[in-house]
């Protein structure tokens, strides 16, 4: 298995640092060591790119991770078409993951006007509790099993009250869903994820950091989120600090719920600001003028983020006259964050709810008035810098660290709509080579 230490040359490809391109680089240690545009003298791995194209690897600023990733595992019902074709499909899964998460199978997209009922279900999968999500997400059918386990006589209940009832991830749970996830990750060029956790913070922390994600193949940046200013405060008092760091999991920027009440939403903007944390709020009034208030009165160089997933210009101006970054949704805002750029400010890429292709965003924004450069740059640079890890990563310079992504086509040299449809050869994180397409 190869490890930082091993010395890789990426030689006679397109390797575009974001302010310049050459044909070749090393990187050994986990570090870029060289940049040339003759190989000179090699030793150590080396790979022929067959003139394939090189960038900064990708950040992802915003995922709700274990959520995503718990829908990757649970069953798809698209497709099926009458009751025969669900259960079947229930009895295979079932096969095929005898321990499912939390203890329940779980399906989703049950078809329109197709009637089930637990005894259908009870029929393929008898005594492990399992629930069928209908199109809508609005109500869910369950087996008597989960009947059971809920203390409920219905065998259908509103999707919010089967929330409220299924037992949490447990520890095992967690660290399969990531694990699981992560190939699916570095398969999009990606190497970083921002992931937000709103509750259960310190136990999730205790997890992620432990010894358990030394394997990690992508950057794990935990936000954490409070909805009161003493659960905050008692956070900060355990001396956890946010910042760039060397492990692969790293402790991130605390999260201002848009939701909670005025005073509490400008408690914990002043408890996290004054303990030096990055802030990362959403656009309401009330965050925007407490944030506006306290970076005011007292000045920290905390390099606080604005999230929002509609950058209008009148959020733009305030978040100018801040010096703040933004998170936004590139599928849902490429236009404001064209007009971002022009304001000189930096702006990086959040998937929301489900992971989306950082190509395919790059490609509408490009198409919607950015640059190539300036596309790459949301969600490479602009998000080192939102980070406020950019001494280390989001461009390829001598000393950075060797996160790195190569690409079929280059994306310089096509147009705008072909973009979305390069495929990535190779991931590196690290100088570790974490996913590999074969085609080389």
Sequence with gaps: MQTQDEKISLINGRIHTLTSTTSNITFEHGRITSIDDEPGTLNGRVIDLQGRTVLPAFCDTGLNLLGWAEGQERLSLTGTRSLQDL?????????????????????????????????????????IPCAVIDPHNARVVLNSSAMHEFNMPQDSVELDEFNTHLPPLSEEDIITLVKTCAQKINALGITEVWADFRSDSQRLWDIFSSDAYDSLTFRLRCNFGYSSVNDLNEFLASGLRTGDGLPFCRLGGILVDDSAKQDEQKNMINSAHLSGCQLITGSSKECLTSLERVSQRFTKNSRHLIRSNVLSNTLLERMRLLDVGG?????????????????GLVVSAASGNSLTSPMKNISSMVINGLSVSEAVCVYSWSAAWNGR????????????????????????????????????????SAGVCVYDSGTI
Excluded at 395 to 410: F, M, W
Aim: glycine share 8%; hydrophobic share 40%.
């Design 87 to 127: 259960t079947s499909a229930l009895a295979q899964y079932s096969r095929a993951n005898p321990n499912p998460l939390r203890g329940w199978y779980v399906a989703q997209g049950l078809p329109e006007g197709l009637k089930l009922t637990h005894d259908d279900i009870d029929d393929v999968i008898p005594a």
């Design 389 to 428: 890890c950019e001494s280390r990563r989001g461009d390829l310079t001598l000393g950075n660290d060797a996160d790195i992504v190569v690409l079929e086509k280059d994306p310089f040299l096509v147009s705008p709509g072909e973009i979305a449809g390069i495929d990535v050869t190779m991931t590196f």
């Design 327 to 343: 998170v936004t949704s590139p599928a849902q805002d490429e236009g404001m964050i064209h007009q971002a750029f022009r304001n």
